[in-house]
């Protein structure tokens, strides 16, 4: 039996030998393989770089199972890994191997997806606490996985360009990202005129996406808008204040904020956020006729609070501005004043219990 199987062997060699050294005519020569691409690569591609091969998935619907050679070879993974470093339950097998059992092209997609935990565990882990994991869980198998962000064959370096953060995004989120590309920062990043705009990312941040409908997550907002609106370096780049939020800090929508935030379990915030006077994803310049802050919109927006405002309501809002002789000198006088009386008043009690002390014990 060794010998038969020695000689089919030495068949199968010399027969590949010949047919290597006097090749078809017609036969077109093949592409020379993309650099760096790891040699296991060429043997899949032998079949899996025909553009018309496919399965037909227990479901019924058709799989595509060509891989673009050129474009892996571009991506991140094409000079680092081979097919079966993803694919590790094709190890060791060779062509014709049986294709696996999914349902659906969507089973296979979340299926592949968790193979990536065996390089980027860290980011898998946050994943599990995401809102995506959870829409699944309960489910909603349409909630996004690693590779309907990143791609499959086609990973590129996380970022780069920031632009392709919001596409991605879109691919699930159409109608926020048509928001968002109209919005101040949307209009920044698209044009390429400022790498400093927030993405999705930035503030919803990427692999432990939190609920943005969650009371909890939502009373975040001063502070993730704060991330960049108190950077002074980068405001100054655009003639912004960096006052914003300390001055929303010191008001009665601030200050009730910041309480709610220190309560344990998170609640639904009663008071108005940044978002909910500037917007969430279609975030206006001030003085755009657009905007929700601007001098001719501020009642309507007033008013999804405080339906019963009217036109003189606003104006008791300072508008992130501090007091000062120019703007609302009335309240900078009012400021100014109880800086002074106030300390004068309890210096004086103070004062006043020391002598009362110091004759107490000097009649003694």
Known sequence: MRLSLLGLLVATLAAASARAQAPDAGARPADPPAAGKPAAAEDCLECHGDQGLEVALEGGEPQSLFVDAQLFARSIHGENLSCTDCHADLKGSSGGHDPKAFKTRRELTINYSEQCKQCHFANYQRTLDSVHNAARDNGNLGAAVCADCHGAHDVGRAAEPRARISRSCSKCHEAVNASYVKSVHG???????????????????????????AGAWRLKTPEMCGSCHTNEPMMKRYGLSTKVLQTYLSDFHGMTASLQSAQRGGVNPV??????????????????????????????????????????????????YEPSLTKAPLVYGVKVFYSLVIPFMIGGLVLQILLHLWRVVVNR
């Open 187 to 213: 209009q920044a990043l698209l044009s390429g005129e400022s790498a400093d705009v927030p993405t999705c990312t930035d503030c919803h941040r990427s692999h432990d996406i939190a609920n943005p409908k």
């Open 271 to 320: 008071v108005a956020l940044c978002t909910d006077c500037h917007g969430v994803h279609d975030i206006a310049k001030v003085r755009s006729p657009d905007s929700r802050v601007m001098a001719a919109n501020l009642v309507k927006t007033c008013q999804r609070c405080h339906p019963d405002s009217g036109a003189s309501f606003p104006a008791a809002w300072m508008s992130h």
